[in-house]
């Protein structure tokens, strides 16, 4: 996979595993799910980051999209929490 700073992986040429990550996210409990501003808050914020590549978090080995749709998941960065 070509590196990408700052992507995410539905930017990238990773289909398979946004569709992947997409249908984990659906399967989601209301509950435990961000709803879709939150969730777009927080991509936002993380294509800010310089700890954002191709996707996946420096911070903690996440794909950003799956982590950002947990509604009760923070940003692992606790010097510098951007969510
Ligand atoms: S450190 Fe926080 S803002 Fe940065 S990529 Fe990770 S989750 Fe996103």
Known sequence: MKECKRCLLR??????????????IDRLRPEEKADAQLYERRLDACRTCDHLISG????????????????????????????
């Open 11 to 24: 930017e990238s040429a990773e289909n398979a595993t946004f569709e992947d990550i997409r249908s984990r």
């Open 56 to 83: 996946i978090c420096m911070k903690c080995g996440c794909y950003v999209e799956f982590r950002a749709a947990f509604r009760q998941m923070k940003c692992p960065n606790v010097s510098d929490r951007k969510w």
